[in-house]
């Protein structure tokens, strides 16, 4: 599988200068890869480009040498920092959850989520948990390519490494591509295999 960026540029309607300027860039399943950047040096922008959630923007990103869907099912989908900004405060988390996919009682566990969250609105549990059920939302069957935007940040590390070791088995087992996006370069040397700085292939 093979996710692609040919010549991406971007600039926000409301900025003055490009964000991100003819960017290259290939991923595939073959390598867990890391994309650094400074803090709004326009990785997060990147990865909702790459993922299909902004789709006004120069240049094409193709998924196994198609165009991104438009509509329905994202095969690219994107885990972000603040869960929280991207769940419905009405649902609860097992409707939350169930929107994307049947979860089985075995991955429930395996990402430590306990029965008694299931029946909580977003805001009655913590930061890692609910980020818990964010990746796991985002793991449904039909997914092929994982973007998880700084998304264990906000967490300590025993959480943090505990979130990751999970997605990263799914991942192995699905034979998924996987880009961890992050400012904390000590993380991406532990989990990735190769890395890029988005300075490098950003040409502002
Ligand atoms: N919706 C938006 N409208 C205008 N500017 C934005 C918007 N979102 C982000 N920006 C700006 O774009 C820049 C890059 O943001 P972002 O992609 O979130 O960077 P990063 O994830 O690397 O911190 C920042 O200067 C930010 O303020
Ligand atoms: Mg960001």
């Given at each position: 599988?093979?996710?692609?960026?040919?010549?991406?540029?971007?600039?926000?309607?409301?900025?003055?200068?490009?964000?991100?300027?003819?960017?290259?860039?290939?991923?595939?399943n073959?390598?867990?890869?890391?994309?650094?950047?400074?803090?709004?040096?326009?990785?997060?922008?990147?990865?909702?480009?790459?993922?299909?959630?902004?789709?006004k923007?120069?240049?094409?990103?193709?998924?196994?040498?198609?165009?991104?869907?438009?509509?329905?099912?994202?095969?690219?989908?994107?885990?972000?920092?603040?869960?929280?900004?991207?769940?419905?405060?009405?649902?609860?988390?097992?409707?939350?959850?169930?929107?994307?996919?049947?979860?089985?009682?075995?991955?429930?566990?395996?990402?430590?989520?306990?029965?008694?969250?299931?029946?909580?609105?977003?805001?009655?549990?913590?930061?890692?948990?609910?980020?818990?059920?964010?990746?796991?939302?985002?793991?449904?069957?039909?997914?092929?390519?994982?973007?998880?935007?700084?998304?264990?940040?906000?967490?300590?590390?025993?959480?943090?490494?505990?979130?990751?070791?999970?997605?990263?088995?799914?991942?192995?087992?699905?034979?998924?591509?996987?880009?961890?996006?992050?400012?904390?370069?000590?993380?991406?040397?532990?989990?990735?295999?190769?890395?890029?700085?988005?300075?490098?292939?950003?040409n502002?």
């Amino acid at each position: 599988m093979k996710l692609k960026a040919t010549n991406i540029s971007f600039k926000y309607p409301s900025a003055k200068n490009y964000l991100l300027k003819d960017i290259n860039l290939e991923l595939d399943n073959k390598k867990i890869m890391g994309l650094i950047g400074d803090s709004g040096s326009g990785k997060s922008t990147l990865c909702k480009i790459l993922s299909g959630y902004v789709q006004k923007y120069e240049g094409e990103v193709s998924f196994d040498d198609a165009p991104l869907p438009k509509k329905g099912f994202k095969p690219v989908q994107l885990i972000y920092q603040h869960p929280e900004k991207v769940m419905n405060p009405k649902w609860k988390m097992k409707d939350v959850l169930g929107e994307s996919w049947d979860v089985d009682e075995k991955t429930l566990s395996e990402f430590g989520i306990q029965k008694s969250w299931l029946t909580r609105f977003p805001q009655e549990l913590s930061g890692g948990e609910l980020q818990r059920f964010s990746v796991l939302r985002a793991l449904n069957p039909k997914t092929k390519f994982i973007i998880a935007d700084e998304m264990t940040t906000m967490l300590d590390a025993i959480t943090q490494v505990q979130i990751l070791d999970s997605v990263l088995k799914l991942v192995k087992e699905r034979n998924m591509g996987f880009l961890l996006v992050s400012h904390d370069m000590d993380l991406v040397d532990t989990i990735c295999d190769d890395k890029i700085y988005l300075k490098d292939i950003n040409n502002i």
